[in-house]
């Protein structure tokens, strides 16, 4: 990152990695509640909260991809690079986990969910979108892909991508609010109108205030924030829907005050070696291999009820995805990327 940008964005690595253990909780809550039957509203409660972690994820992505390359703009081969960086970013750590979960799927369809065994192959191999990926937390790459191949626009014509972008954000108001004709299939129509892609445009719009230093009034926002936190769990905990998708728009919104006020007023450079940093710079790994991890290790454990085995049968699943994704990490997003940047010259 250049002097230019002077900006660290580690505290954004924090974020990230709270925001994917929040999805392993979720997860594993909801599959505690499943499988040792328990009956405690504030346990499902927490748990659901955990699926907020991608919404967090969606604009954190529209945020990053166009902060960081609006310094790239100008610098030669810059599309060819982008292209290259963000296929492999999102493609080396995805192959291993997914091509497996695809095979065991495939030929021991018992070890799957009901909901998962109507999957596309050409999903699940590409990430394309045609319909359900073998492994089902492989959904979030569809439209992480979806937007960072249509964010390339940027790198032919800024104006372009401008128009593209206010057409496309009608056509997503016009067919969710409107003619309503968008379901929860992963076919490319509804992947591309899905209101999903709000938040992705939440960052970007968060990317043009950071680079134009645009600073809004710290205790206004925060205040805003903590107001809008608290209003989005008193409806969420008691289940009220304002609207269409009005949850994880909320959480939307909440995810863009926060980056922009940590981004712009609490922004300090963090020792890599810091747990947290560790955990952050990993957290696309521990989210692809999490959802194996906390199945084998509910599997591991007696069936109880009991609150505090539970809570412990979680903490362990949380301790062993962050070991073992940070593992992974290395292996896949550090090493084996880092050999095919270098053969690729990105």
Not at 162 to 189: H, M, P
Request: positive net charge.
């Amino acid at each position: 990152m250049s002097s230019k940008e002077n900006k660290y964005l580690d505290i954004l690595q924090i974020f990230r990695g709270f925001a994917a253990l929040m999805v392993v909780v979720h997860h594993t809550l909801g599959a505690l509640v499943y499988y040792n039957n328990i009956d405690y509203y504030f346990v499902k409660f927490i748990g659901d909260l955990g699926k907020y972690g991608v919404d967090f994820f969606f604009v954190l992505s529209g945020f990053i991809i166009a902060f960081t390359s609006y310094y790239k703009y100008n610098k030669p081969l810059a599309y060819r690079k982008y292209i290259i960086n963000r296929a492999l970013r999102i493609y080396v750590p995805y192959i291993p986990i997914g091509y497996l979960m695809l095979f065991l799927y495939a030929n021991y369809p018992e070890l799957s969910n009901a909901s998962q065994l109507d999957f596309s192959y050409l999903t699940s191999l590409t990430l394309l979108p045609d319909g359900f990926p073998a492994y089902g937390v492989a959904w979030t790459l569809i439209f992480e892909l979806m937007f960072y191949f249509l964010f390339s626009l940027t790198f032919i014509s800024k104006k372009l991508w401008n128009w593209f972008l206010i057409i496309w954000l009608i056509l997503i108001l016009k067919n969710n609010f409107i003619t309503d004709v968008v379901s929860n299939e992963k076919t490319f129509q509804n992947v591309f109108l899905s209101l999903y892609n709000l938040e992705f445009m939440l960052g970007y719009l968060l990317s043009i205030l950071i680079i134009r230093k645009v600073k809004w009034n710290y205790m206004f926002v925060g205040t805003l924030f903590i107001v809008f936190t608290l209003f989005s769990l008193v409806l969420k905990y008691y289940n009220i829907i304002l609207f269409k998708f009005s949850d994880h728009i909320f959480v939307g919104i909440n995810s863009f005050l926060l980056i922009y006020i940590s981004v712009t007023y609490f922004n300090p450079k963090l020792n890599e070696r810091n747990i947290f940093m560790m955990i952050g710079n990993a957290t696309y790994s521990i989210y692809l291999i999490h959802d194996p991890l906390k199945t084998l290790i509910i599997r591991l454990f007696p069936s109880t009820n009991s609150l505090i085995l539970n809570f412990l049968i979680l903490t362990v699943v949380l301790i062993i995805c962050s070991i073992a994704g940070y593992i992974y990490y290395l292996i896949f997003e550090k090493y084996i990327m880092n050999k095919f940047k270098k053969t690729l010259g990105v």
